[in-house]
């Protein structure tokens, strides 16, 4: 089950990938047309739900459905689509895991592994466009 916090985000999240940009953000439902609403079928009028647990069972399934894109993600995309082809996936992603390494002379200056190391989890954050 969803924290309050994520349980918000997810539905300003889904809410954004079907409005504009002018209320990108918003808590509500400003800026969705009703008529692709996927709250539709339990909304009464403009966010006035007949059931909050189908809201909140419903934006929890529409999260597993559509789960957030990781800063990795976007980059590669934006590589792929730069490149094509011509890119060599598996050689930049081994390039992305030692980004912002705290290697010197060959040697880790940081606790534990690189894949606990606090620098290299910045691309499997989730990703947040700049505004």
Known sequence: MMTKEEYQKTLIRMWDSLRGD?????????????????????????????????????????????????????????????????LDLDILNGMLDEQGCNLINGECHSSGSCKTCDQSKFWDKEYQEVK
């Open 22 to 86: 002018a209320c990108k953000g918003d808590s509500n439902c400003n800026g969705v047309k009703c008529t692709i609403c996927p709250l539709k079928p339990i909304c009464r009028k403009e966010n006035i739900f007949l059931d909050i647990y189908d809201v909140i069972e419903f934006v929890e399934k529409w999260a597993k459905e559509h789960p957030a894109k990781t800063n990795r993600e976007v980059f590669m995309e934006a590589m792929q689509e730069k490149f094509g082809d011509a």
